[in-house]
């Protein structure tokens, strides 16, 4: 900067004449680029963008510094590149790669725009076109639709550094700045539409290279019974009198519309520009669903099945789907998605299944006759597990115990006239039976014996809660709101927590599950008896929950020491299921194996269970938890059999992917559709609008043929997205058969095309992430682009259900590589510690030969 000339202009000399003078003056290679800045104070510069306005249109003064600024060799300019980086240009320089195979890093949630950039930096006419620098002489700085030029600019920068051969991996902030600046929806950090930024993009650079500098107005013509040929020639025309860049040069095709009036059958044909393909996917009326279900046996497990139910369907049809495999009426099913230990949501049967989503966790319970018929005399209850915490939670400013919700949720069936809490804790102890083991005879302590024994009466108080030695502490304790862990009936319980919400089952693990469930019978019959037992033993019913003992022991000392050997042997499934119960029902004066409390959905307690009182009341829709003392459920409660669910022989069945083929959905796209009432369409001889029939043709094809496969599918009843596998063609996609132009003449180009780049997208409607395959131009190598990660792929590797945008060259203008395709042992990308391949890629021979570029 201190190498300051001093020159003289006319204002009238261009910017140009000052850039050629300033290349002569500083003898700048003619080969290398170059910018000029005008330095309008001490600490700000201005770019001077367009060399064609003259001095006084650029507002440059007598005295004014011009500075010119030359591209380095790896394609950044010294003003944007990082102070570290010029401070390392003998690293920087030491790196030599293959042009193009460069990754681009992620800026946060901005993988979208990194698959596109991808997509178009491997589209050879185009690269070409910005590497050659054929785009500064046809930069538009006055197109009032354009983006004077910096949108051009910032993608020749990113394109330049990525084909430099010198990086890793290219960090696109400046670009994805300019994005931002000019299309409001891409600003911050927030997931996109690689389509979406794709669109923009082709549409912004082909304004700011628009070779039109003032747009005509052309009034459009209606074919009024022309030749196609007349009306597709004229058509054409029209288009490039306004539109003249590369963009139309190597993307625009033309289409033939077709509307045809329902009342007056007038037809009006059209021609107009296409630059990509938006072709819809066959949707198919059925999906496949999963669900566990829950029978009304103790000793049964969950089972997992896979239905095939109507899309459009409501819950009853996903029941009787279900009551086919399973023999329960559909009409004792209830249908509950549940999430975090509790029914994140019980649905009624008639809601629809779209609200359903593919990765919900669906527990369909059996439910008994009394609790479905109109007359009859039981109750459904949401029933949650809870855990409570060693100490008391003083900061919410209330003595009560903190709890958690563990295991899944169920939902029984109860008789209104086994409300009261003794009952409804011997009924749930025997609904646990499988997974909850009872105490022995031995282990249970006469209540006033411990009472005498325990002279600390804060101790005593936490014991009547959690074990139910006296009648105040009982009571106390079922005013306490317990930690609102939903537990799941031993089967629901195994296989949600296992399978769709911990998701740490393997399939070893799915097998010993489905085995080890033919030993619930015995923990059912098991829980029965013992029920019955303790029910012949409580004299009464009081207002806190407690288990009835068969022998007290004859010291207090030694009735502890026994709960504590328990604590050591491991959990039964008949103990567990007894606690449960044991809190919902008052018992006398044994301890209990759980407490019961009244909650809300969220499984947290709201109020008592009436202090004294014998009976339940109940809400619409009650929902209750048992809370368990950590000691008692690390004795009674079994959580591995909780865990435990069997699989029907429909899960066996291999899903099949259902797959298309890419030239249905282009027959899909040219089919006769009817308009929407939303987008009706004027007709000149009814003076109305209609809604017309519609049938779009390809009349004909660009160079570089780009085609959207609409993934995601939005009508007013449901969204999603369609994972169906569209087989495309890499080689000779043929559209002869699509082309309305017949012509037997020499000089019409062929109509086959072959693939040079994928943009994937993985994940849903909510989420997601966009990755990308592409063939090098100049070795014809295939890669696969994830951010800043670079890896060899396979042709095999391509077609995949998460294709999303395909892009095809032409035959007759794919030129050859220039290079030769690298070995598996090829070690043209730079080596990395690790190498990350493809969630979907399988290790097989050559995969050491996958390298990852990544920022240094």
């Known amino acids: 900067m201190e190498n300051v000339l001093t020159e003289k202009f006319s204002r009238a000399d261009s910017i140009f004449a000052i850039q050629k003078t300033m290349r002569r003056l500083f003898e700048v290679p003619e080969t ?17 963008r367009n060399v064609h306005i003259s001095v006084l249109e650029s507002c440059l003064s007598s005295g004014m510094t011009v500075i010119m600024e030359m591209r380095n060799t790896d394609g950044t300019w010294p003003s944007s590149r990082p102070q570290i980086m010029r401070n390392s240009m003998d690293e920087q320089d030491s790196y030599h790669g293959q042009p193009g195979v460069c990754g ?67 960090v696109p902030r400046i670009f994805k700045t300019k994005v931002g600046h000019f299309a409001s929806q891409f600003l911050g950090y927030q997931q996109h539409d690689s389509q979406e930024l794709l669109s923009f993009l082709l549409d912004g650079l082909h304004e700011d290279l628009n070779r039109v500098k003032n747009k005509e107005y052309i009034e459009l013509r209606d074919a009024d019974g022309r030749p196609d040929q007349a009306v597709a020639e004229e058509a054409w025309r029209n288009h490039r009198r306004r539109n003249d860049s590369v963009i139309v040069d190597i993307f625009h095709g033309l289409f033939k519309s077709t509307l045809v009036c329902p009342e007056c059958h007038k037809v009006s044909v059209t021609f107009d520009p296409f630059c ?72 009624q049967a008639d809601e629809s299944l779209s609200c359903i989503l593919d990765r919900d966790d669906i527990f369909v319970y059996e ?30 400013g209330s003595s009560n115990y903190g709890t958690s919700l563990f295991g899944h949720p169920l939902l029984i069936s109860t008789p209104r006239s086994l409300c009261s809490q003794e009952a409804l804790y011997l009924y749930f102890l025997q609904r646990l039976a499988r997974y909850v083991r009872q105490p022995d005879p031995s282990e249970e302590v006469d209540e006033e014996e411990e009472a005498d024994d325990d002279d600390d009466e804060e101790e005593e108080l936490y014991k009547t809660q959690t074990n139910g030695v006296s009648d105040d502490d009982d009571e106390e304790e079922s005013d306490k709101p317990g930690p609102s862990k939903r537990e799941g009936d031993g089967q629901a319980d195994g296989s949600e927590s296992e399978v769709n919400h911990a998701n740490n089952i393997t399939g070893e693990e799915d097998t010993a599950v489905a085995n080890s469930r033919r030993k619930k019978g015995c923990a059912a019959e098991d829980g029965e008896s013992a029920g019955a037992t303790v029910s012949e033993e409580l004299p009464d019913a009081s207002g806190s929950p407690q288990a009835a003992r068969q022998q007290p022991s004859e010291e207090d000392e030694d009735g502890e020491e026994e709960v504590d050997k328990d604590e050591a042997t491991p959990p039964s499934p008949q103990s567990s299921e007894r606690q449960p119960k044991r809190k919902c029902c008052p018992t006398k004066r044994s301890k209990s194996l759980f407490s019961i409390q009244a909650v809300n959905s969220n499984g947290t307690t709201e109020r008592g269970l009436g202090d004294g009182g014998n009976t339940f009341s109940f809400s619409s829709q009650p929902y209750v938890a048992i809370d368990w003392d950590p000691d008692m459920k690390k004795k009674h409660y079994n959580e591995n059999e909780a865990e435990k669910y069997m699989k029907d022989r429909s899960m066996e069945i291999p899903h099949q992917q259902a797959r298309v083929d890419l030239q249905q959905c282009i027959e899909l796209f040219t ?70 132009r017949k012509t037997d003449s020499d000089r019409e180009p062929p109509s086959r095309y072959d693939l040079m780049a994928v943009s994937n997208h993985y994940g849903g409607l909510r989420d997601g992430h ?27 590797q391509i077609v995949t259900n998460a294709a999303y945008l395909l892009f095809y060259q032409r035959q007759d203008k794919i030129r050859q590589p220039i290079l030769p395709a690298p070995s598996d042992s090829c070690s043209s990308s730079p080596p990395v510690p690790s190498t990350t391949t493809p969630p979907f890629r399988d290790k097989v021979d050559g995969a050491s030969s996958s390298v990852n570029m990544e920022t240094d």
Request: charge should be negative; hydrophobic fraction near 35%.
């Open 367 to 396: 439910l008994s006759r009394g609790s479905v018929e109109e007359d009859g005399d039981e109750v459904v209850l949401a029933l949650y597990l809870r855990e409570r915490s060693h100490y008391r939670d003083y900061g919410s």
């Open 32 to 48: 290398a680029e170059t910018r000029l800045w005008m330095k309008s104070s001490d600490t700000t510069c201005e770019r001077l």
């Open 276 to 347: 990509y393909l938006s072709v819809p996917l066959p949707v198919s009326k059925e999906r496949v669903m999963e669900v566990f279900f829950v029978s009304l046996d103790p000793a049964a497990k969950p089972k997992q099945y896979r239905l095939v139910v109507p899309k459009a369907g409501k819950v009853s049809d996903l029941c009787l789907a279900l009551s086919q495999l399973t023999n329960v009426p559909a009409s004792q099913m209830i249908v509950a998605d549940v999430f975090n230990h509790r029914f994140y949501k019980i649905y």
């Open 770 to 796: 966009y990755t990308s395959y592409a063939r090098n131009k100049d070795n014809g190598q295939w890669y696969y682009f994830d951010d800043s990660k670079v890896t060899y792929a396979r042709e095999e």
């Open 671 to 740: 089919t006769v559709e009817t308009l929407e009432e939303e987008n009706p369409w004027y007709c000149p001889l009814c003076k109305k609008h209609q809604l017309a029939t519609k049938k779009l043709d390809l009349w004909s094809l660009p160079e570089v043929l780009i085609i959207h496969l609409k993934r995601f599918s939005y009508t007013k009843y449901s969204r999603e997205k369609l994972d169906t596998i569209v087989d495309f063609p890499l080689r000779d996609l043929d559209f002869s058969q699509f082309l309305l």
């Open 104 to 170: 681009l890093t992620n800026l946060g949630n901005t993988c979208f725009m990194n698959s596109a950039l991808q997509c178009l930096s491997n589209t050879p006419p185009l690269t070409e076109y910005f590497l050659c620098n054929g785009y500064l002489e046809e930069l538009n700085f006055t197109n009032p639709l354009g983006m004077k030029g910096e949108i051009a600019e910032a993608y020749a920068d990113v394109i330049k550094q990525m084909w430099s051969g010198r990086h890793y991996s290219v």
